[in-house]
């Protein structure tokens, strides 16, 4: 099915483990994100990328590296986990960066950091 | 950063009532967005405004642009139990990279 897909759905990780979130879409779109969804603060950009091998700092950059070596790839990894990463997390994607060009969600990770 | 303020933080209404949400921001936006979320799944986008003043429907949903270009609200008339959700606005100012979400307001409708 064509989309934008997040793997794993959930992920229980302990403090200071490395942690991968992945993303994948099948659009051919040039721009992707990573959000974080935490209560009382809605939808928090941590990085973006507006192609292959061009990524930047969002909001709340600190404590997340991303990589993007393929188009439809944005990966998100925390490399030493922390209880404060505990969050619901969003890839979403659009052609363009024009104020026309919704973004797409994926369905989320939840990950919980114990 | 920019802040957007949303309210209702959340709603109970019965079947068949109409609904009313509102954004506002201490900054001005060129595009104003509201979103909704069904449970464990993303954000999709409901209704776009690019205009200040711009009012613009899709179904029984109906928002406007204010303005001032620094608030928006969402009506929903006659909510049915599938608008179950929070619902997103969210604003920026040209560059899908300075999105601005608003904290969602949680609906729940009952029979």
């Known amino acids: 099915d064509a989309g934008i897909t997040q793997s794993p759905r959930y992920k229980i990780t302990e403090t200071g483990r490395q942690v991968t979130l992945m993303c994948h879409q099948t659009?051919?779109?040039?721009?992707m994100f990573w959000y974080r969804q935490d209560l009382g603060h809605g939808l928090r950009l941590i990085y973006y990328?507006?192609?292959?091998?061009?990524?930047d700092k969002g909001e709340v950059p600190d404590g997340y590296v991303v990589s993007r070596s393929k188009t439809e790839n944005f990966p998100l990894t925390l490399e030493s986990a922390t209880r404060s990463q505990t969050s619901v997390y969003f890839c979403?994607?659009?052609?363009?960066?024009?104020?026309?060009?919704?973004?797409?969600f994926g369905n989320g990770t939840r990950l919980t950091v114990t | 950063g920019q802040q957007l303020n949303q309210s209702p933080q959340s709603m109970f209404i019965q079947e068949g009532e109409d609904v009313s949400m509102n954004c506002t921001s201490s900054?001005?936006?060129?595009?104003w967005l509201w979103y909704k979320q069904d449970p464990g799944e993303g954000p999709v986008l409901l209704i776009a405004?690019?205009?200040?003043?711009e009012l613009t429907s899709n179904g029984r949903l109906t928002a406007q642009f204010g303005i001032t270009r620094k608030d928006s609200f969402l009506n929903i008339s006659a909510s049915i139990p599938s608008d179950v959700g929070i619902y997103f606005c969210?604003?920026?100012?040209?560059?899908?990279?300075?999105?601005?979400f608003g904290t969602g307001t949680r609906l729940q409708v009952t029979l």
């Open positions: 979403a994607s659009t052609q363009w960066e024009g104020y026309n060009s919704p973004l797409h």
């Open positions: 659009w051919s779109h040039s721009y």
């Open positions: 990328s507006a192609a292959a091998d061009i990524t």
């Open positions: 900054s001005i936006f060129n595009t």
């Open positions: 405004l690019y205009k200040a003043g």
């Open positions: 969210a604003g920026h100012t040209g560059t899908a990279s300075k999105l601005t």
